[in-house]
Every structure is written in structure tokens, then in C-alpha cells.
């Protein structure tokens, strides 16, 4: 008989996570538990309820009372902490909530390293890089040097998972993500708000000239190599960018969304963001490459898959 491996995903209700989630279901030996707050992930994501080697719970990992009572209930051998207030908007409208964030943190790694956790895996972001000083953006070179809320938390996160490997000796990998769409990505980030905006022939609105440049990759890439790390126990106690290397200006996105659904949107523009809108970003994906040891899905194809994905057509109500 397998035996059974046991992982925790927090935040798993979101885009990533949820995408995770159905990746890891696909070996029967491993046994999900997703705990979600749902303030803005969507329990549609997740398997249905009754799904053997699958369980959610909603609670809140900023509140060590509940989060802990879901460690007392299992006996974790990994955990992935992907729970976090995302979204620039969001993110610069509620910067408060951003720095409660450091309490969810700080209760997985002390529940992990004082349990049978073996390793915890951090979901930091491309925004600790702030406005880059060097292209593509790599992971020993470049500074961590973004004063936005959101970016000084993910880069507080970084620290405390090194500092807990280096007084615990518990293993940890952190991802630092770039922007990844796919059919479970809300419509509060910009690649399924274009598209949605675009199959209902509704204006499509950009901030500022939409000369900022970034790179989109689709959610399997990025999942793909997160399991191979996990499988493999790869980027053992280290940092890698996911995300990737194709630059395309938000404006091109626009322009390339409008032509592949032959919408009758008008783009227009809003005033820029005053913070966290960085001008450039773009990963030195030379790692992530090598994992995946294919070519990834670029921004046209990608598009495409979720325009014939019934999942995200019922998430826009189209």
C-alpha cells in the first residue's frame, strides 16, 4: 500500500493555488489540504467536496488560532505558503491588510518547524525586484529594492524562510512569480479583465500610455515546474524566478486580445497609478528553463486557451 504524503497549500482557492492543487492530485499517494479564507480566492476552483484524497477548510492563516487547529488535525509532511493579499490595486488600497500578512508567515513557520513538516515553500513576488536596475532581472544579482507594501512583505517572507532554514534547519524553496494568468485568474488582474472586456466588446481600460513592459506566463509553465521542484527536490534552500522572458507592453496586450477575439473594444486610457505600477520587469528564467526543458506557452497561445476554457467563460458569465 502507498503511503500517503500530506501537503498544505494555503491560499489554494487562487489562481495558482488552485492550479497547484489539481497537479498534485494527480499522484493519488499525496493528500491536499487547501486553507483559504476565500476574501479573494474562489472555492470553484477547487475539486468538488467528497474528493477522497482532497479536503478544504476556510479559515484565515493570519490567525494562528485557526491555522493551528489545522496542523493539530493532520500530520504535514510540505507545505506551500501561498496565501497573501494580491493585486496592485488591491494591494495599495488596503496596505494595512498587506502587513497583517507578516502574522500568516511567521504562524506557518513556527507550526512547521515545531511539526513533521519536511519543507515550506514561499510564493514571493516579481515586485520585491521594485524598478529594475538591470534586465532580464536576476535572482542573486539584482537588489530587492521596492518600498511598495506588498514587495517589502514577499521580501520580509524571503528573509524569515532563510532565517527559519538557518536557526531550524527547515528547508525551504522560495518562487518568485511574474505575471501568470490562466482560467482561474480573476478578473481583478489585467490579462482576464482584457479578455473579459474583449468577448463582451466593453472598452478596455489601461493605466497611463501602456508603454509599461512585462512578461506573461501561463499558469501550467509555471505549475509544471513547481511540481518537477517538489518532485525532484530541486531548488533546495535557493530562490528561482517564474515567469516568462517574452517582453510585451500592456498596450500590445491590449491590441493582440482585441484581434484574437475580433472584439469591437476601444482601448482607453486612465490616469497612471501613483506607486507599485513598475515600468519594467522581465526574469532571468535561465533555471526555470532548465526544469521545464521545454519551450513555454507563449502570450497568443495562451490567450487562446482561455477563450475555449469553460471554467473561465463561466467565471465572466459570458
Same mark, same amino acid.
Given at each position: ?7 498544505? +497549500?494555503?491560499g489554494?482557492?487562487g489562481n495558482?493555488?488552485?492550479?497547484? !492543487? @489539481? ?5 493519488k $499517494?499525496?493528500? *491536499?489540504?487547501?486553507v ?25 492563516v ?16 510540505y ?20 502587513l497583517?500578512?507578516?502574522?500568516g +508567515?511567521?504562524?506557518?513557520?513556527n ?5 513533521? !513538516? @519536511?519543507?515550506?515553500?514561499y510564493?514571493? $513576488?516579481?515586485e *520585491? ?8 532581472q536576476?535572482?542573486?544579482r ?7 507594501p ?5 521580501n ?23 505575471n501568470?494568468y490562466?482560467?482561474?485568474q ?17 472598452d ?19 505549475i ?7 518532485e ?42 501613483k506607486?507599485?505600477d ?6 532571468d528564467?535561465?533555471k ?10 507563449s ?16 467565471s465572466?458569465?459570458?
Amino acid at each position: 500500500m502507498l503511503s500517503t504524503t500530506k501537503i498544505l +497549500i494555503t491560499g489554494g482557492a487562487g489562481n495558482i493555488g488552485g492550479a497547484l !492543487v @489539481k497537479k498534485l492530485l494527480e499522484n493519488k $499517494s499525496n493528500f *491536499v489540504v487547501v486553507v483559504d479564507d476565500l476574501s479573494t480566492g474562489s472555492q470553484s476552483k477547487l475539486p468538488a467536496a467528497g474528493t477522497d484524497n482532497f479536503k478544504f477548510v476556510k479559515a484565515d492563516v493570519n490567525n494562528l488560532n485557526e491555522i493551528s487547529q489545522v496542523f493539530y488535525s493532520f500530520n504535514f509532511d510540505y507545505v506551500f505558503h501561498f496565501a497573501a493579499v494580491v493585486g496592485v490595486q488591491r494591494t495599495q488600497e488596503n496596505p494595512i491588510s498587506v502587513l497583517e500578512d507578516i502574522d500568516g +508567515i511567521k504562524n506557518i513557520l513556527n507550526l512547521s518547524k515545531s511539526s513533521s !513538516v @519536511k519543507h515550506v515553500y514561499y510564493s514571493s $513576488s516579481s515586485e *520585491v525586484y521594485g524598478e529594475p536596475v538591470e534586465l532580464p532581472q536576476n535572482e542573486y544579482r539584482t537588489p530587492l529594492n521596492s518600498r511598495v507594501p506588498y514587495a517589502v512583505v514577499k521580501n520580509l517572507g524571503e528573509c524569515y524562510f532563510r532565517s527559519y532554514f538557518q536557526e531550524f534547519q527547515l528547508p525551504y524553496t522560495i518562487f518568485r512569480f511574474f505575471n501568470t494568468y490562466g482560467p482561474g485568474q480573476s478578473t481583478d488582474f489585467v490579462v482576464a479583465r482584457f479578455l473579459a472586456s474583449a468577448l463582451k466588446n466593453k472598452d478596455i481600460t489601461l493605466y497611463g500610455d501602456g508603454s509599461q513592459t512585462r512578461t506573461f506566463t501561463y499558469v501550467d509553465d509555471n505549475i509544471n515546474v513547481i511540481n518537477k521542484v517538489f518532485e525532484d527536490n530541486l531548488v533546495v534552500n535557493d530562490v528561482i524566478n517564474l515567469g516568462n522572458d517574452e517582453l510585451t507592453t500592456i498596450k500590445e496586450l491590449a491590441e493582440l486580445v482585441i484581434n484574437l477575439t475580433g472584439s469591437s473594444s476601444k482601448i482607453v486610457h486612465l490616469p497612471p497609478l501613483k506607486e507599485g505600477d513598475m515600468s519594467r520587469r522581465q526574469p532571468d528564467n535561465a533555471k526555470m528553463k532548465q526544469i521545464l526543458n521545454k519551450k513555454l506557452i507563449s502570450i497568443e497561445e495562451g490567450i487562446k486557451l482561455m477563450m475555449n476554457n469553460k471554467d473561465f467563460l463561466n467565471s465572466i458569465e459570458l
